[in-house]
Protein backbone atom coordinates (compact mmCIF):
# COMPACT_ATOMS: atom_id res chain seq x y z
CA UNK A 1 0.00 0.00 0.00
CA UNK A 2 1.21 3.45 -0.98
CA UNK A 3 1.65 5.86 2.28
CA UNK A 4 -0.72 8.87 2.76
CA UNK A 5 1.53 11.41 0.81
CA UNK A 6 2.84 14.02 3.82
CA UNK A 7 1.28 16.97 2.07
CA UNK A 8 -2.11 15.84 1.73
CA UNK A 9 -3.88 18.21 2.92
CA UNK A 10 -2.23 20.97 1.02
CA UNK A 11 -3.85 23.38 -1.24
CA UNK A 12 -2.99 22.59 -4.89
CA UNK A 13 -1.46 25.70 -6.99
CA UNK A 14 -4.16 27.44 -8.86
CA UNK A 15 -7.00 26.44 -6.98
CA UNK A 16 -9.18 27.47 -5.35
CA UNK A 17 -10.96 24.66 -3.02
CA UNK A 18 -8.48 21.36 -1.17
CA UNK A 19 -7.56 19.30 -3.59
CA UNK A 20 -6.83 15.70 -2.95
CA UNK A 21 -4.07 14.23 -4.17
CA UNK A 22 -4.24 11.63 -6.28
CA UNK A 23 -4.18 7.85 -4.99
CA UNK A 24 -3.95 4.23 -5.74
CA UNK A 25 -5.70 2.48 -3.26
CA UNK A 26 -5.28 -1.60 -3.12
CA UNK A 27 -7.77 -3.71 -1.33
CA UNK A 28 -6.49 -7.44 -1.26
CA UNK A 29 -10.18 -9.08 0.06
CA UNK A 30 -12.19 -6.80 -2.58
CA UNK A 31 -9.68 -7.07 -5.45
CA UNK A 32 -10.33 -3.99 -5.93
CA UNK A 33 -7.99 -1.59 -6.65
CA UNK A 34 -9.68 1.75 -5.96
CA UNK A 35 -8.30 5.47 -6.96
CA UNK A 36 -9.46 8.48 -5.15
CA UNK A 37 -8.73 12.04 -5.01
CA UNK A 38 -8.10 14.37 -7.77
CA UNK A 39 -7.00 12.79 -10.95
CA UNK A 40 -6.05 16.52 -12.25
CA UNK A 41 -2.68 17.84 -13.89
CA UNK A 42 -2.08 20.16 -10.93
CA UNK A 43 -2.70 17.36 -8.16
CA UNK A 44 -0.91 14.84 -9.90
CA UNK A 45 2.58 15.54 -9.65
CA UNK A 46 2.33 14.21 -6.07
CA UNK A 47 0.72 10.66 -7.35
CA UNK A 48 2.90 7.88 -5.17
CA UNK A 49 3.98 5.02 -6.70
CA UNK A 50 0.87 1.99 -7.70
CA UNK A 51 0.64 -1.24 -4.90
CA UNK A 52 3.89 -3.41 -5.01
CA UNK A 53 1.45 -6.69 -4.15
CA UNK A 54 -0.24 -6.29 -7.40
CA UNK A 55 2.29 -6.92 -9.41
CA UNK A 56 2.85 -10.28 -7.55
CA UNK A 57 -1.13 -11.94 -9.15
CA UNK A 58 -2.70 -12.14 -12.54
CA UNK A 59 -6.22 -12.55 -11.15
CA UNK A 60 -8.98 -10.20 -12.19
CA UNK A 61 -9.63 -6.79 -10.68
CA UNK A 62 -11.91 -4.11 -10.46
CA UNK A 63 -10.59 -0.56 -10.79
CA UNK A 64 -13.27 1.89 -8.89
CA UNK A 65 -13.31 5.41 -9.29
CA UNK A 66 -16.14 6.44 -7.00
CA UNK A 67 -13.33 8.29 -4.62
CA UNK A 68 -12.67 10.20 -7.57
CA UNK A 69 -13.09 14.57 -7.17
CA UNK A 70 -11.90 15.41 -10.38
CA UNK A 71 -10.55 13.99 -13.74
CA UNK A 72 -9.39 15.64 -16.49
CA UNK A 73 -7.62 14.43 -19.46
CA UNK A 74 -3.59 14.14 -17.82
CA UNK A 75 -5.80 12.22 -15.17
CA UNK A 76 -7.83 10.24 -17.74
CA UNK A 77 -4.08 9.59 -19.81
CA UNK A 78 -2.83 7.90 -16.43
CA UNK A 79 -5.91 5.94 -15.64
CA UNK A 80 -5.86 4.75 -18.81
CA UNK A 81 -1.96 3.90 -18.70
CA UNK A 82 -3.07 1.83 -15.66
CA UNK A 83 -5.65 -0.19 -17.11
CA UNK A 84 -3.46 -0.64 -19.60
CA UNK A 85 -0.28 -1.99 -17.87
CA UNK A 86 -2.76 -4.16 -15.70
CA UNK A 87 -4.18 -5.90 -18.73
CA UNK A 88 -0.80 -6.28 -20.53
CA UNK A 89 -0.31 -8.56 -16.84
CA UNK A 90 -2.96 -10.90 -18.33
CA UNK A 91 -6.00 -10.15 -16.48
CA UNK A 92 -8.83 -9.15 -16.96
CA UNK A 93 -9.96 -5.41 -15.61
CA UNK A 94 -13.42 -3.60 -14.67
CA UNK A 95 -13.99 -0.29 -14.28
CA UNK A 96 -16.65 0.54 -11.38
CA UNK A 97 -17.83 3.71 -10.26
CA UNK A 98 -17.11 5.77 -12.83
CA UNK A 99 -20.02 8.54 -14.10
CA UNK A 100 -20.86 8.86 -17.40
CA UNK A 101 -18.98 11.89 -18.15
CA UNK A 102 -15.76 10.25 -16.88
CA UNK A 103 -16.36 7.06 -18.29
CA UNK A 104 -16.75 9.32 -21.89
CA UNK A 105 -13.58 10.98 -20.77
CA UNK A 106 -11.80 8.16 -20.75
CA UNK A 107 -13.54 6.19 -24.02
CA UNK A 108 -12.05 9.72 -25.94
CA UNK A 109 -8.67 9.04 -24.27
CA UNK A 110 -8.21 5.76 -25.22
CA UNK A 111 -9.47 6.28 -28.71
CA UNK A 112 -7.29 9.29 -29.15
CA UNK A 113 -4.42 7.46 -27.91
CA UNK A 114 -5.37 3.79 -30.31
CA UNK A 115 -4.66 6.64 -33.01
CA UNK A 116 -1.76 8.07 -31.87
CA UNK A 117 0.05 4.53 -31.02
CA UNK A 118 -0.67 3.32 -34.13
CA UNK A 119 1.26 5.85 -36.12
CA UNK A 120 3.70 6.26 -33.35
CA UNK A 121 4.79 2.91 -34.40
CA UNK A 122 6.27 4.17 -37.49
CA UNK A 123 8.06 6.89 -35.77
CA UNK A 124 9.95 8.13 -32.64
CA UNK A 125 11.55 11.22 -32.74
CA UNK A 126 14.36 12.21 -35.32
CA UNK A 127 17.84 9.81 -33.84
CA UNK A 128 20.57 11.79 -32.75
CA UNK A 129 23.62 11.15 -35.36
CA UNK A 130 26.43 10.05 -34.37
CA UNK A 131 30.02 11.75 -33.96
CA UNK A 132 31.44 10.41 -37.43
CA UNK A 133 27.56 10.77 -39.28
CA UNK A 134 27.79 14.51 -38.01
CA UNK A 135 31.63 15.27 -39.19
CA UNK A 136 29.77 13.80 -42.64
CA UNK A 137 27.20 15.95 -42.74
CA UNK A 138 29.59 18.86 -41.77
CA UNK A 139 31.43 18.73 -44.67
CA UNK A 140 28.85 18.10 -47.09
CA UNK A 141 27.15 21.21 -45.86
CA UNK A 142 30.33 22.82 -46.16
CA UNK A 143 31.25 21.97 -49.34
CA UNK A 144 26.99 23.04 -50.53
CA UNK A 145 27.43 26.37 -48.79
CA UNK A 146 30.74 26.66 -50.79
CA UNK A 147 29.22 25.95 -53.81
CA UNK A 148 26.04 27.80 -53.41
CA UNK A 149 28.24 31.00 -52.17
CA UNK A 150 29.76 30.40 -55.56
CA UNK A 151 26.89 30.24 -57.68
CA UNK A 152 25.52 33.51 -55.62
CA UNK A 153 29.03 35.29 -56.99
CA UNK A 154 28.17 34.24 -60.24
CA UNK A 155 24.55 35.45 -60.27
CA UNK A 156 25.96 38.50 -58.73
CA UNK A 157 28.55 38.76 -61.49
CA UNK A 158 25.86 38.68 -64.15
CA UNK A 159 23.79 40.74 -62.75
CA UNK A 160 26.19 43.65 -62.91
CA UNK A 161 26.92 42.86 -66.49
CA UNK A 162 23.31 43.18 -67.20
CA UNK A 163 23.61 46.48 -65.62
CA UNK A 164 26.45 47.39 -67.60
CA UNK A 165 24.38 47.44 -70.38
CA UNK A 166 21.69 49.20 -68.97
CA UNK A 167 23.46 51.55 -66.77
CA UNK A 168 20.27 54.50 -66.75
CA UNK A 169 18.39 51.22 -64.92
CA UNK A 170 20.69 50.83 -62.57
CA UNK A 171 19.26 51.70 -58.48
CA UNK A 172 22.19 54.65 -58.17
CA UNK A 173 20.23 56.47 -55.09
CA UNK A 174 20.41 53.28 -53.29
CA UNK A 175 24.20 53.26 -53.78
CA UNK A 176 23.82 57.26 -52.37
CA UNK A 177 22.32 55.57 -49.34
CA UNK A 178 24.99 52.97 -48.70
CA UNK A 179 27.68 55.78 -49.30
CA UNK A 180 25.82 57.20 -46.20
CA UNK A 181 24.55 54.75 -44.05
CA UNK A 182 27.68 52.53 -44.23
CA UNK A 183 30.44 55.14 -45.52
CA UNK A 184 29.72 58.52 -43.78
CA UNK A 185 28.31 57.63 -40.56
CA UNK A 186 30.98 54.80 -39.48
CA UNK A 187 33.24 57.61 -39.43
CA UNK A 188 33.13 58.24 -35.79
CA UNK A 189 34.08 54.97 -34.78
CA UNK A 190 36.13 54.01 -37.10
CA UNK A 191 38.24 56.87 -36.61
CA UNK A 192 38.24 56.28 -32.45
CA UNK A 193 39.30 52.95 -33.22
CA UNK A 194 42.33 53.79 -35.64
CA UNK A 195 43.39 56.81 -33.57
CA UNK A 196 43.32 54.49 -30.67
CA UNK A 197 45.53 51.63 -32.81
CA UNK A 198 48.26 54.05 -34.16
CA UNK A 199 48.40 55.12 -30.28
CA UNK A 200 48.82 51.58 -29.26
CA UNK A 201 51.36 50.40 -32.42
CA UNK A 202 53.99 54.16 -31.55
CA UNK A 203 53.60 52.55 -28.09
CA UNK A 204 54.59 49.34 -28.47
CA UNK A 205 57.29 50.54 -30.47
CA UNK A 206 58.50 53.39 -28.54
CA UNK A 207 59.41 50.91 -25.67
CA UNK A 208 61.60 48.66 -27.93
CA UNK A 209 63.41 51.67 -30.03
CA UNK A 210 63.77 53.72 -26.91
CA UNK A 211 66.00 51.08 -25.32
CA UNK A 212 68.29 51.54 -28.65
CA UNK A 213 67.81 55.46 -29.50
CA UNK A 214 66.15 54.66 -32.52
CA UNK A 215 63.10 56.88 -31.61
CA UNK A 216 62.59 58.11 -34.93
CA UNK A 217 62.21 54.78 -36.74
CA UNK A 218 58.98 54.62 -35.09
CA UNK A 219 57.36 56.88 -38.10
CA UNK A 220 58.67 53.95 -40.11
CA UNK A 221 57.15 51.17 -38.34
CA UNK A 222 53.83 53.38 -37.55
CA UNK A 223 53.61 54.21 -41.20
CA UNK A 224 54.24 50.69 -42.91
CA UNK A 225 52.08 48.77 -40.60
CA UNK A 226 48.82 51.18 -40.51
CA UNK A 227 49.22 51.91 -44.57
CA UNK A 228 49.93 48.31 -45.74
CA UNK A 229 48.26 46.27 -43.03
CA UNK A 230 46.32 47.57 -39.79
CA UNK A 231 44.05 50.28 -41.58
CA UNK A 232 43.09 48.27 -44.25
CA UNK A 233 41.75 45.17 -42.06
CA UNK A 234 40.57 47.58 -39.16
CA UNK A 235 38.37 49.36 -41.42
CA UNK A 236 37.20 45.88 -42.80
CA UNK A 237 36.72 44.21 -39.21
CA UNK A 238 34.55 47.80 -38.52
CA UNK A 239 32.63 47.57 -41.75
CA UNK A 240 31.94 43.69 -41.59
CA UNK A 241 30.52 44.34 -37.92
CA UNK A 242 28.44 47.15 -38.84
CA UNK A 243 27.38 47.12 -42.24
CA UNK A 244 27.78 42.79 -43.16
CA UNK A 245 25.20 42.29 -40.21
CA UNK A 246 22.59 44.66 -41.18
CA UNK A 247 22.77 43.89 -44.58
CA UNK A 248 21.71 40.02 -43.43
CA UNK A 249 19.34 41.28 -41.20
CA UNK A 250 17.41 43.35 -43.40
CA UNK A 251 17.13 41.11 -46.16
CA UNK A 252 16.89 38.18 -43.70
CA UNK A 253 13.47 39.90 -42.11
CA UNK A 254 12.45 40.63 -45.71
CA UNK A 255 12.81 36.91 -46.53
CA UNK A 256 10.53 36.20 -43.76
CA UNK A 257 7.90 38.47 -44.23
CA UNK A 258 7.50 37.44 -47.88
CA UNK A 259 9.08 41.07 -49.21
CA UNK A 260 11.42 39.34 -51.45
CA UNK A 261 9.05 37.24 -52.88
CA UNK A 262 6.39 40.30 -53.41
CA UNK A 263 9.63 41.93 -54.91
CA UNK A 264 10.16 38.66 -57.45
CA UNK A 265 6.04 39.02 -57.93
CA UNK A 266 6.27 42.70 -58.83
CA UNK A 267 9.07 41.63 -61.77
CA UNK A 268 12.16 43.37 -59.72
CA UNK A 269 14.65 41.29 -59.56
CA UNK A 270 16.16 41.56 -55.40
CA UNK A 271 19.49 41.19 -56.61
CA UNK A 272 19.11 44.48 -58.73
CA UNK A 273 17.38 46.51 -55.79
CA UNK A 274 18.76 44.92 -52.73
CA UNK A 275 22.21 43.09 -53.43
CA UNK A 276 24.20 45.38 -56.07
CA UNK A 277 24.09 48.81 -54.48
CA UNK A 278 25.02 47.36 -51.71
CA UNK A 279 28.13 45.90 -52.83
CA UNK A 280 29.06 48.89 -55.62
CA UNK A 281 28.38 50.93 -52.55
CA UNK A 282 30.72 49.25 -50.19
CA UNK A 283 33.24 48.92 -53.15
CA UNK A 284 33.03 52.63 -53.22
CA UNK A 285 33.04 53.88 -49.60
CA UNK A 286 35.49 51.53 -48.05
CA UNK A 287 38.71 52.42 -50.19
CA UNK A 288 37.84 56.06 -48.67
CA UNK A 289 37.26 54.88 -45.15
CA UNK A 290 40.77 53.13 -45.51
CA UNK A 291 42.78 56.60 -46.02
CA UNK A 292 40.39 57.95 -43.62
CA UNK A 293 41.36 55.42 -40.66
CA UNK A 294 45.06 55.50 -41.94
CA UNK A 295 45.16 58.94 -41.42
CA UNK A 296 43.55 58.57 -38.30
CA UNK A 297 45.78 55.96 -37.04
CA UNK A 298 48.73 57.89 -38.60
CA UNK A 299 47.65 60.54 -36.18
CA UNK A 300 47.40 58.33 -33.24
CA UNK A 301 51.19 57.26 -34.15
CA UNK A 302 52.21 61.20 -34.14
CA UNK A 303 50.43 62.24 -30.42
CA UNK A 304 52.26 59.13 -29.09
CA UNK A 305 55.83 59.44 -30.41
CA UNK A 306 55.29 63.04 -29.31
CA UNK A 307 54.08 62.48 -26.06
CA UNK A 308 56.65 59.52 -25.23
CA UNK A 309 58.99 59.82 -27.74
CA UNK A 310 60.16 63.24 -27.85
CA UNK A 311 59.15 62.67 -31.64
CA UNK A 312 57.75 65.85 -32.14
CA UNK A 313 54.84 66.03 -34.74
CA UNK A 314 56.66 68.53 -37.27
CA UNK A 315 59.83 65.77 -37.17
CA UNK A 316 57.20 62.80 -37.90
CA UNK A 317 55.68 64.37 -40.39
CA UNK A 318 59.24 65.47 -42.33
CA UNK A 319 60.30 62.05 -41.54
CA UNK A 320 56.97 60.89 -42.99
CA UNK A 321 57.81 60.70 -47.05
CA UNK A 322 61.39 59.13 -46.31
CA UNK A 323 60.05 56.56 -44.53
CA UNK A 324 57.04 55.56 -46.07
CA UNK A 325 57.01 55.44 -49.62
CA UNK A 326 53.51 55.99 -52.01
CA UNK A 327 53.79 52.38 -52.55
CA UNK A 328 52.88 51.19 -49.25
CA UNK A 329 49.34 53.42 -49.10
CA UNK A 330 48.50 51.89 -52.96
CA UNK A 331 48.66 48.36 -51.78
CA UNK A 332 46.74 48.75 -48.85
CA UNK A 333 43.81 50.67 -50.51
CA UNK A 334 44.11 48.41 -53.36
CA UNK A 335 42.59 46.08 -50.88
CA UNK A 336 40.05 47.51 -49.87
CA UNK A 337 37.90 47.16 -52.79
CA UNK A 338 38.45 43.19 -52.52
CA UNK A 339 37.40 43.34 -48.87
CA UNK A 340 34.16 45.54 -49.63
CA UNK A 341 32.81 43.24 -52.31
CA UNK A 342 33.68 39.96 -49.76
CA UNK A 343 31.71 41.63 -46.94
CA UNK A 344 28.58 42.76 -49.26
CA UNK A 345 28.84 39.49 -51.07
CA UNK A 346 28.61 37.53 -47.54
CA UNK A 347 26.52 39.30 -45.82
CA UNK A 348 23.50 40.06 -48.46
CA UNK A 349 23.98 35.93 -49.48
CA UNK A 350 23.90 35.26 -45.75
CA UNK A 351 20.51 37.28 -45.78
CA UNK A 352 19.22 35.43 -48.55
CA UNK A 353 19.90 32.23 -46.53
CA UNK A 354 17.27 33.07 -43.87
CA UNK A 355 14.56 30.79 -43.60
CA UNK A 356 11.15 30.59 -40.98
CA UNK A 357 11.69 33.21 -38.01
CA UNK A 358 13.53 35.63 -36.49
CA UNK A 359 15.76 33.07 -34.76
CA UNK A 360 17.02 32.46 -38.24
CA UNK A 361 17.72 35.83 -38.45
CA UNK A 362 19.82 36.08 -36.00
CA UNK A 363 21.88 32.79 -36.29
CA UNK A 364 22.52 33.85 -40.37
CA UNK A 365 23.62 37.19 -38.82
CA UNK A 366 26.18 35.67 -36.79
CA UNK A 367 27.39 33.88 -39.27
CA UNK A 368 27.69 36.75 -42.17
CA UNK A 369 29.69 38.57 -39.51
CA UNK A 370 31.64 35.67 -38.99
CA UNK A 371 32.16 34.51 -42.07
CA UNK A 372 32.89 37.89 -43.61
CA UNK A 373 35.69 38.40 -40.59
CA UNK A 374 37.66 34.50 -41.85
CA UNK A 375 37.53 35.58 -45.79
CA UNK A 376 38.61 39.46 -45.18
CA UNK A 377 41.51 37.58 -43.35
CA UNK A 378 42.43 35.24 -45.23
CA UNK A 379 42.40 37.30 -48.50
CA UNK A 380 44.52 39.72 -46.52
CA UNK A 381 47.00 36.94 -46.42
CA UNK A 382 46.46 35.65 -49.67
CA UNK A 383 47.58 39.92 -50.72
CA UNK A 384 50.35 39.28 -48.91
CA UNK A 385 51.78 36.42 -50.65
CA UNK A 386 50.71 37.82 -54.07
CA UNK A 387 52.82 41.63 -53.11
CA UNK A 388 55.37 39.56 -51.69
CA UNK A 389 55.47 37.39 -54.77
CA UNK A 390 55.61 40.74 -57.17
CA UNK A 391 58.08 42.25 -55.09
CA UNK A 392 55.80 45.52 -53.90
CA UNK B 1 -15.37 35.35 -15.00
CA UNK B 2 -16.75 38.80 -14.98
CA UNK B 3 -16.02 41.71 -16.26
CA UNK B 4 -17.82 45.12 -14.19
CA UNK B 5 -17.71 49.06 -15.12
CA UNK B 6 -14.71 48.18 -17.66
CA UNK B 7 -13.08 51.03 -18.88
CA UNK B 8 -9.77 51.07 -21.34
CA UNK B 9 -8.14 54.50 -22.93
CA UNK B 10 -5.12 54.69 -24.64
CA UNK B 11 -4.00 58.17 -23.94
CA UNK B 12 -7.73 60.24 -23.96
CA UNK B 13 -8.94 57.80 -26.62
CA UNK B 14 -11.28 55.63 -24.47
CA UNK B 15 -12.13 52.30 -26.47
CA UNK B 16 -14.23 50.96 -23.78
CA UNK B 17 -16.63 53.06 -20.90
CA UNK B 18 -18.77 51.19 -18.37
CA UNK B 19 -18.46 47.77 -19.72
CA UNK B 20 -20.24 44.51 -18.47
CA UNK B 21 -19.36 40.79 -19.53
CA UNK B 22 -19.40 37.78 -17.89
CA UNK B 23 -18.83 34.17 -18.82
CA UNK B 24 -20.65 31.30 -17.14
CA UNK B 25 -19.16 28.16 -15.87
CA UNK B 26 -19.15 25.55 -18.73
CA UNK B 27 -20.29 27.79 -21.74
CA UNK B 28 -19.12 29.12 -25.27
CA UNK B 29 -19.26 32.94 -24.96
CA UNK B 30 -18.21 34.38 -28.31
CA UNK B 31 -17.25 38.06 -28.45
CA UNK B 32 -18.07 39.75 -31.37
CA UNK B 33 -17.66 43.62 -32.95
CA UNK B 34 -16.01 45.59 -35.77
CA UNK B 35 -12.92 45.36 -36.46
CA UNK B 36 -11.01 48.02 -33.55
CA UNK B 37 -14.07 48.15 -31.22
CA UNK B 38 -11.70 46.51 -28.64
CA UNK B 39 -12.23 42.73 -28.79
CA UNK B 40 -8.98 41.51 -28.64
CA UNK B 41 -7.78 44.02 -25.56
CA UNK B 42 -11.12 43.20 -24.13
CA UNK B 43 -9.67 39.60 -23.78
CA UNK B 44 -5.67 40.51 -23.13
CA UNK B 45 -7.86 41.98 -19.66
CA UNK B 46 -9.61 38.87 -19.57
CA UNK B 47 -6.52 36.91 -19.33
CA UNK B 48 -4.91 39.46 -17.02
CA UNK B 49 -2.69 40.46 -19.73
CA UNK B 50 -3.36 44.06 -19.30
CA UNK B 51 -5.10 46.20 -16.68
CA UNK B 52 -7.85 48.19 -17.70
CA UNK B 53 -8.02 51.76 -16.66
CA UNK B 54 -11.00 51.33 -14.09
CA UNK B 55 -13.12 48.33 -13.47
CA UNK B 56 -13.08 45.21 -12.03
CA UNK B 57 -11.91 41.60 -13.17
CA UNK B 58 -13.36 38.43 -11.59
CA UNK B 59 -11.97 35.31 -12.24
CA UNK B 60 -13.30 32.40 -10.52
CA UNK B 61 -15.09 33.92 -8.03
CA UNK B 62 -11.76 35.92 -7.22
CA UNK B 63 -10.97 39.53 -7.70
CA UNK B 64 -8.34 39.26 -9.91
CA UNK B 65 -5.13 41.63 -8.50
CA UNK B 66 -2.09 43.33 -9.67
CA UNK B 67 -0.97 41.57 -13.04
CA UNK B 68 2.28 41.36 -12.15
CA UNK B 69 1.62 39.62 -8.52
CA UNK B 70 2.04 36.08 -7.87
CA UNK B 71 -2.21 35.51 -7.69
CA UNK B 72 -2.40 36.61 -11.28
CA UNK B 73 0.35 33.99 -11.85
CA UNK B 74 -2.27 31.62 -9.93
CA UNK B 75 -5.35 32.54 -11.75
CA UNK B 76 -3.28 32.80 -15.08
CA UNK B 77 -2.64 28.80 -14.75
CA UNK B 78 -6.22 28.23 -14.91
CA UNK B 79 -6.54 30.12 -18.38
CA UNK B 80 -5.35 27.97 -21.76
CA UNK B 81 -4.60 31.36 -24.48
CA UNK B 82 -4.70 30.51 -27.97
CA UNK B 83 -3.11 33.79 -29.72
CA UNK B 84 -4.44 35.27 -32.53
CA UNK B 85 -1.18 34.05 -34.36
CA UNK B 86 -0.07 30.98 -32.41
CA UNK B 87 2.84 32.71 -30.46
CA UNK B 88 4.43 29.21 -30.53
CA UNK B 89 8.18 29.13 -29.94
CA UNK B 90 9.82 29.10 -32.95
CA UNK B 91 13.29 27.42 -31.18
CA UNK B 92 11.30 24.61 -30.30
CA UNK B 93 9.30 21.44 -31.80
CA UNK B 94 5.54 21.41 -31.35
CA UNK B 95 6.07 18.78 -28.80
CA UNK B 96 8.43 20.57 -26.68
CA UNK B 97 5.65 23.64 -27.70
CA UNK B 98 3.09 21.79 -25.54
CA UNK B 99 5.32 20.56 -22.58
CA UNK B 100 6.67 24.09 -21.46
CA UNK B 101 3.69 24.86 -19.54
CA UNK B 102 3.94 21.40 -17.80
CA UNK B 103 7.24 21.62 -17.50
CA UNK B 104 7.03 24.94 -15.89
CA UNK B 105 4.25 24.45 -13.73
CA UNK B 106 3.93 20.52 -12.60
CA UNK B 107 6.62 17.95 -11.26
CA UNK B 108 5.58 15.62 -13.73
CA UNK B 109 8.41 13.55 -14.85
CA UNK B 110 9.42 14.01 -18.40
CA UNK B 111 7.75 10.88 -19.59
CA UNK B 112 4.64 11.43 -18.35
CA UNK B 113 5.02 15.24 -19.67
CA UNK B 114 5.80 13.52 -22.55
CA UNK B 115 3.11 11.21 -22.91
CA UNK B 116 0.55 14.37 -21.73
CA UNK B 117 1.85 16.19 -24.23
CA UNK B 118 1.13 13.68 -26.97
CA UNK B 119 -2.37 13.24 -26.11
CA UNK B 120 -3.04 16.60 -26.31
CA UNK B 121 -1.11 16.81 -29.64
CA UNK B 122 -4.10 14.24 -31.00
CA UNK B 123 -7.09 15.76 -28.72
CA UNK B 124 -6.40 19.09 -30.90
CA UNK B 125 -6.37 16.83 -34.37
CA UNK B 126 -2.60 16.83 -35.05
CA UNK B 127 -1.24 14.17 -36.97
CA UNK B 128 1.44 12.39 -34.25
CA UNK B 129 4.14 13.28 -37.09
CA UNK B 130 3.58 16.70 -36.21
CA UNK B 131 5.02 16.07 -32.79
CA UNK B 132 9.13 17.20 -33.86
CA UNK B 133 8.19 19.57 -36.29
CA UNK B 134 9.11 23.09 -35.78
CA UNK B 135 6.44 25.54 -36.12
CA UNK B 136 7.63 26.66 -39.53
CA UNK B 137 7.45 23.62 -40.58
CA UNK B 138 3.58 23.82 -40.34
CA UNK B 139 0.77 24.41 -42.13
CA UNK B 140 -1.55 27.82 -40.97
CA UNK B 141 -4.07 25.09 -39.82
CA UNK B 142 -1.83 22.94 -37.97
CA UNK B 143 0.16 25.58 -36.35
CA UNK B 144 -3.66 26.78 -35.28
CA UNK B 145 -3.86 23.52 -33.81
CA UNK B 146 -0.77 23.42 -32.40
CA UNK B 147 -1.43 26.39 -30.91
CA UNK B 148 -4.69 24.95 -29.31
CA UNK B 149 -2.96 21.89 -27.94
CA UNK B 150 -0.45 24.29 -25.90
CA UNK B 151 -3.22 26.42 -24.80
CA UNK B 152 -4.93 23.19 -23.48
CA UNK B 153 -1.70 21.58 -21.97
CA UNK B 154 -3.08 22.57 -18.10
CA UNK B 155 -6.40 21.38 -19.01
CA UNK B 156 -7.53 24.78 -18.06
CA UNK B 157 -11.02 25.78 -16.89
CA UNK B 158 -11.01 28.12 -19.18
CA UNK B 159 -9.92 28.58 -23.01
CA UNK B 160 -9.43 31.64 -24.05
CA UNK B 161 -9.37 31.73 -28.11
CA UNK B 162 -8.64 35.03 -30.26
CA UNK B 163 -9.57 34.65 -33.39
CA UNK B 164 -9.57 30.54 -33.70
CA UNK B 165 -10.71 30.64 -37.13
CA UNK B 166 -8.67 34.02 -39.02
CA UNK B 167 -6.04 32.50 -41.67
CA UNK B 168 -7.86 29.27 -42.78
CA UNK B 169 -9.53 28.13 -45.60
CA UNK B 170 -13.01 26.88 -45.28
CA UNK B 171 -12.45 23.66 -44.48
CA UNK B 172 -9.70 24.30 -41.79
CA UNK B 173 -12.13 26.40 -40.09
CA UNK B 174 -15.29 24.26 -39.95
CA UNK B 175 -12.46 21.57 -38.36
CA UNK B 176 -11.08 24.03 -36.38
CA UNK B 177 -14.86 24.95 -34.98
CA UNK B 178 -15.78 21.28 -34.87
CA UNK B 179 -12.71 20.55 -32.81
CA UNK B 180 -13.69 23.50 -30.03
CA UNK B 181 -17.39 21.96 -29.94
CA UNK B 182 -15.75 18.34 -29.36
CA UNK B 183 -13.39 19.60 -27.04
CA UNK B 184 -15.84 21.50 -25.08
CA UNK B 185 -18.26 18.60 -24.88
CA UNK B 186 -15.82 16.17 -23.66
CA UNK B 187 -13.70 18.47 -21.24
CA UNK B 188 -16.34 20.25 -20.01
CA UNK B 189 -14.11 23.55 -20.59
CA UNK B 190 -15.72 27.03 -20.15
CA UNK B 191 -14.36 28.90 -23.68
CA UNK B 192 -14.15 32.64 -24.41
CA UNK B 193 -13.54 33.72 -27.71
CA UNK B 194 -13.52 36.01 -30.44
CA UNK B 195 -14.27 36.03 -34.24
CA UNK B 196 -15.51 37.48 -37.15
CA UNK B 197 -17.08 34.32 -38.47
CA UNK B 198 -19.87 34.41 -38.89
CA UNK B 199 -20.25 30.27 -39.73
CA UNK B 200 -18.41 30.04 -36.20
CA UNK B 201 -20.40 32.06 -34.68
CA UNK B 202 -23.71 30.21 -35.67
CA UNK B 203 -22.55 26.76 -34.76
CA UNK B 204 -20.10 27.28 -31.66
CA UNK B 205 -21.00 29.37 -29.15
CA UNK B 206 -24.09 28.75 -26.82
CA UNK B 207 -24.20 33.03 -26.15
CA UNK B 208 -22.63 36.10 -28.15
CA UNK B 209 -21.66 39.49 -26.65
CA UNK B 210 -21.82 42.63 -29.03
CA UNK B 211 -19.47 44.79 -28.67
CA UNK B 212 -19.85 48.18 -30.08
CA UNK B 213 -20.24 52.04 -28.88
CA UNK B 214 -17.44 50.87 -26.33
CA UNK B 215 -19.87 48.47 -24.75
CA UNK B 216 -21.32 45.47 -24.64
CA UNK B 217 -24.56 46.21 -26.98
CA UNK B 218 -26.37 43.09 -26.68
CA UNK B 219 -25.95 39.32 -25.51
CA UNK B 220 -27.63 36.23 -26.65
CA UNK B 221 -28.26 33.43 -28.61
CA UNK B 222 -27.34 34.17 -32.39
CA UNK B 223 -31.07 33.70 -32.87
CA UNK B 224 -31.88 36.41 -30.64
CA UNK B 225 -29.78 38.50 -31.99
CA UNK B 226 -30.41 38.20 -35.43
CA UNK B 227 -34.26 38.76 -34.10
CA UNK B 228 -32.96 42.11 -32.76
CA UNK B 229 -34.32 45.32 -35.40
CA UNK B 230 -32.02 47.42 -33.47
CA UNK B 231 -29.90 48.91 -36.94
CA UNK B 232 -26.44 48.34 -35.14
CA UNK B 233 -27.20 44.75 -35.37
CA UNK B 234 -28.74 44.11 -37.65
CA UNK B 235 -26.26 45.86 -40.01
CA UNK B 236 -24.12 42.81 -38.17
CA UNK B 237 -26.17 40.14 -38.07
CA UNK B 238 -28.93 40.85 -40.97
CA UNK B 239 -26.19 41.33 -43.99
CA UNK B 240 -25.96 39.37 -46.89
CA UNK B 241 -23.27 37.50 -45.36
CA UNK B 242 -25.04 36.68 -42.59
CA UNK B 243 -27.66 35.51 -44.21
CA UNK B 244 -25.46 32.97 -46.05
CA UNK B 245 -24.11 31.89 -43.00
CA UNK B 246 -27.24 31.22 -41.10
CA UNK B 247 -29.34 29.58 -44.37
CA UNK B 248 -25.73 27.58 -44.42
CA UNK B 249 -26.64 25.94 -40.73
CA UNK B 250 -30.27 25.42 -41.78
CA UNK B 251 -29.41 23.21 -44.86
CA UNK B 252 -26.85 21.44 -42.32
CA UNK B 253 -28.80 20.79 -39.93
Not at chain 1, 68 to 78: R, V
Not at chain 2, 23 to 48: N, P
Not at chain 2, 155 to 175: F, I, K, M, Q, S
Request: proline share 5%; charged share 20%; aromatic share 6%.
Amino acid sequence: MSPPHPKLQTQAPGDGGPVVPARVLWSADRRTLSIDGSWTTAALARLGPTPAELNQSTEAVILDGSGLTGLDTAGALLVHRLVQRLRGQGREVQLAGFDARRLALLDLVAERLAVEAEALGQQGPPPRPTGLERLGRLVVEGGREGFALLSFCGEVCLAFAQSLLHPARFRWRYVLSVLEHDGVRSIPVLGMLSFLLGVVIAYQAGVQFRVYGGNLYVVDLVGITVLRELGPLMTAIVVAGRSGSAYTAQIGTMQVTEEVDALRSIGVSPLDLLVLPKILGLVIALPLLTVFADVAAVGGGMAMSALMLDVSPEVFIRRFPEAVSINSLLTGVAKAPVFAAAIATVGCYQGFQVRGGADSVGRHTTASVVRALVLVIALDAAFSVAYSWLGI
Amino acid sequence: MELRGIRTCFGSACIHEGLDLSVRRGEILALVGASGSGKSVLLREMILLRRPTAGQVRLFGEEAPAIDGPTANRLRRRIGIMFQHGALFNALTVLENISVPLKEQTSLSAPVIRDIAMLKLVLAGLPTDAAYKYPEQLSGGMHKRAALARALAMDPDLLVLDEPGTGLDPVGADALDELIRDLHGSLGLTVAMTTHDLDTLWRVPHRVAFLAERRILATGTMDELTRSDDPRLAAFFQGPRARAARSGTWSRA
